[in-house]
């Protein structure tokens, strides 16, 4: 059997939305999955050009006049089943996390503990950010799509978002108390 990258699973799932066009795709990825899982608009119609070629989904031109032909793609029944195969096996291994201000405050005797003072008062507020972001997306979900099926699955995903950067503002937090006893 034929294996394929988490890029190509990714697309067969978000086939299963209304999302049918590359654009769409591109900006379904950029409203959701961006936050946790990274696919560029060059891997998107590579991917969907093998998905149609190995028969996993099938794809429709469409024509209006004046504008450039869409093409709209959905999936078959061998691409759902392949889908479905995909979600069903265990994970292969637990995330590795590359994380900058780690490895920068791993080093950090290198540099003033002011210095990385600011970096992680700066890596706090960008999570600030971060969170607010999750917050305005849940709310958007729970206006506009309380009635989809895939809602509930989406809160999990975008819940722990929320959780990971929550515990990480918290660090932040330690680590700079921990940073400023340590100077007294």
């Known amino acids: 059997m034929k294996t394929y990258n988490d890029t190509t699973y990714a697309i067969?799932?978000?086939?299963?939305?209304n999302c049918k066009s590359g654009y769409e795709i591109k900006k379904f990825i950029?409203?959701?999955?961006?936050?946790?899982?990274?696919?560029?608009?060059?891997q998107i119609y590579p991917t969907l050009k093998l998905l149609v070629q190995d028969g996993l989904a099938e794809v429709q031109t469409e024509s209006v006049p004046g504008?450039?032909?869409?093409?709209?793609?959905?999936?078959?029944t061998k691409g759902m089943e392949l889908l479905k195969k995909w979600l069903a096996q265990p994970t292969g291994q637990l995330?590795?996390?590359?994380?900058?201000?780690?490895?920068?405050?791993?080093?950090?005797?290198q540099q003033s503990e002011e210095q990385s003072r600011i970096l992680l008062q700066d890596y706090k507020q960008?999570?600030?950010?971060?969170?607010?972001?999750?917050?305005?997306i849940e709310r958007s979900i729970m206006e506009h799509?309380?009635?989809?099926?895939?809602?509930?699955?989406?809160?999990?995903t975008l819940d722990y978002g929320k959780r990971s950067?929550?515990?990480?503002?918290?660090?932040c937090?330690?680590?700079?108390?921990?940073l400023s006893t340590k100077e007294e």
């Open 173 to 178: 937090h330690v680590t700079l108390a921990q």
């Open 95 to 109: 995330p590795v996390e590359r994380n900058e201000i780690l490895l920068k405050l791993f080093f950090g005797r």
């Open 12 to 17: 067969l799932g978000i086939l299963t939305t």
């Open 126 to 136: 960008e999570l600030k950010k971060r969170y607010f972001t999750y917050e305005a």
């Open 165 to 171: 950067t929550q515990a990480a503002i918290d660090w």
């Open 67 to 76: 504008k450039p032909a869409s093409k709209d793609y959905h999936l078959t």
């Open 30 to 42: 950029d409203q959701s999955l961006n936050h946790f899982w990274k696919i560029s608009y060059g």
């Open 145 to 156: 799509e309380e009635d989809e099926e895939d809602t509930k699955y989406w809160l999990f």
